[in-house]
């Protein structure tokens, strides 16, 4: 039996071939008296290969004349030079079998279609050119986190989807329980015996790895039950959280600007044609931009320092830029598109708006946390060196209001052996927005879940 070959495999090909073996969806099809071109696509890259399909091949009548958009055929026959413009080669078929129909209200007929529509159809929707190309980018930068540790020497470690920590403080989780038919069963009925929650983020637990053997990363979903409708939030989301044992802030930063060059430039190599795609009708500059940042150095600034820019900066904001407040979007982005014209690197925040677990500075009055903020986006990276005495992590703990006794393993790491060490998180979609272009963070997952929706 003959293999199937990707269509990208066929358009690359510096040769023809005698024969070949493709098998995938029909995007358009025009016929005439005495042939037809169909056009397919096996979601193997962006272009379609045409197969030109004389009417006098067997079974004409009965397998080519009824294709119609978004049915799956196979097909066998030459690979030739392409008498046509746009691709270097095609298929003179000799022999199509259509192995599905697609009935007549298929929904991804050869026009334009808005993101709020193809939401609503999430199982059809990576067919579309634009969503083949964000899931081919998505899956390639996964691969390439991957790579980046593992030829780091870092570990791989699977953190926990179910928790009974709050990472991040602000008690915006989804808890798990169990139900009786239409009856939630609580209190007493805890399947874990105390209450559980999905993760926020796998960090607490990857510092116990990172305690034991030094360079560890993550890569999983987590969750928020944060009730924003906003572009850049969704409910359920993939993060990236290296630990690094022996590790300071300055070592920390290092590594998130060296992790962000090497995912930009991996996708302007590996994903050129899907990058084309983006720049030409979703974001125009995007190639510039990324290739902006793989090659320019990064600026770092001390949060103070970034709160006095941009309030001497003349600019008029949305919100307020105040010592001791977050920065917000336009903020960051004024910081990277305005002011540095680079990515940019903020850190030393105030201690009041972040987490319990971030290393107390000098000045009593910081944390030694950092931000990594890109054009375009705004954060990115966010992450800290983390809290490795013990007498300060408790005081800490009581700051946030925080039970000791809920967290006593975590302490344990800081009575047994504690080390300096930090780590950072990536937001996958986040970087996904920023290598794409694309503007929602809806539209960079496969089945977004967001409040008041979890189709699919």
Request: hydrophobic residues 35%.
């Amino acid at each position: 039996m003959m293999t199937r070959t990707p269509v990208a495999e066929i358009l690359k090909s510096e040769s023809a071939a005698e024969t070949a073996l493709v098998q995938g969806w029909v995007r358009t099809k025009r016929d005439s008296k005495a042939f037809s071109f169909i056009e397919i696509n096996d979601g193997s890259c962006l272009s379609n290969l045409q197969i030109v399909a004389d009417a006098t091949l067997d079974g004409y009548d009965e397998s080519v004349l009824p294709l119609t958009t978004g049915a799956s055929v196979s097909i066998e026959g030459k690979i030739i030079p392409s008498q046509g413009k746009g691709q270097q080669w095609e298929m003179q078929a000799t022999s199509v079998t259509m192995l599905g129909e697609a009935e007549s209200d298929f929904p991804l007929q050869k026009k334009g279609h808005s993101m709020e529509f193809l939401r609503s159809i999430a199982h059809l929707r990576p067919r579309s050119n634009l969503f083949g190309a964000v899931f081919r980018v998505r899956s390639r930068m996964a691969y390439s986190i991957h790579r980046f540790f593992q030829e780091r020497g870092f570990l791989y470690v699977h953190t926990p989807i179910i928790t009974g920590s709050d990472c991040e403080g602000a008690g915006e989780m989804f808890r798990v329980v169990t139900t009786a038919g239409e009856e939630i069963k609580l209190g007493d009925d805890e399947f874990f015996g105390d209450p559980t929650y999905l993760t926020v983020s796998g960090q607490l637990e990857g510092e116990t790895f990172a305690c034991a053997l030094s360079n560890i990363y993550t890569f999983g979903p987590t969750f928020r039950a944060e009730n924003s409708h906003t572009s850049r939030h969704a409910s359920e989301f993939w993060m990236i959280e290296p630990e690094i044992a022996f590790c300071d802030l300055n070592q920390d930063m290092d590594l998130a600007e060296e992790m962000l060059k090497f995912l930009v430039s991996d996708v302007l190599e590996s994903c050129a044609e899907d990058l084309q795609f983006f720049d030409r009708f979703i974001d125009k500059g995007l190639i510039e931009r990324l290739e902006w940042v793989r090659d320019r150095k990064f600026e770092r600034v001390s949060y103070t320092e970034a709160v006095e820019l941009l309030q001497k900066s003349g600019q008029t904001f949305e919100y307020p830029v105040e010592y001791g407040a977050n920065l917000q979007s336009e903020h960051e982005r004024y910081l990277t598109e305005t002011h540095f014209q680079c990515p940019t690197t903020v850190y030393n925040y105030p201690k009041e708006i972040k987490p319990f677990y971030m290393r107390r500075n000098d000045d009593g009055k910081t944390v030694a946390a950092m931000d990594l903020l890109v054009p375009g986006i705004g954060e990115i990276v966010g992450g800290s060196q983390r809290e490795e005495r013990l007498t300060i992590l408790r005081e800490n703990m009581k700051e946030h209001d925080l039970q000791e006794d809920d967290y006593w393993w975590y302490v344990d790491l800081r009575r047994y052996g504690s080390v300096p060490h930090a780590g950072f998180g990536l937001g996958f979609e986040r970087l996904l927005m920023f290598v794409t272009g694309v503007a929602n963070i809806r539209d960079v997952i496969p089945f977004p879940r967001t409040p008041g929706s979890a189709d699919f």
